[in-house]
């Protein structure tokens, strides 16, 4: 039964966040519960992208908003 409770409370406190590889900073400050959530949470990060058609990175290059680096990491 412990190990049971254990597992439940390893996912409860499994906390993910994207991360910007491209930039090396985070791409929002927000945690994820899931890995779902956080794909969704990426989906919507380069569609505010895709309206003016390019990601400015911190280098300075315009690059396609599906392009961009991000990756879904444990906080």
Known sequence: ???IHD???AKAKRRLKVF???DGIPAMEKTFSS???AERAIR???QRF???GYYL???GQRINPADIK???IQS
């Open 70 to 72: 991000l990756e879904i």
């Open 57 to 59: 990175t911190s280098a």
């Open 44 to 46: 919507k990060f380069r």
């Open 7 to 9: 597992a439940r409370t």
């Open 1 to 3: 039964m412990n190990d």
């Open 50 to 52: 895709e309206v003016q």
């Open 20 to 22: 910007n590889a491209t």
């Open 35 to 37: 890995p779902e959530e």
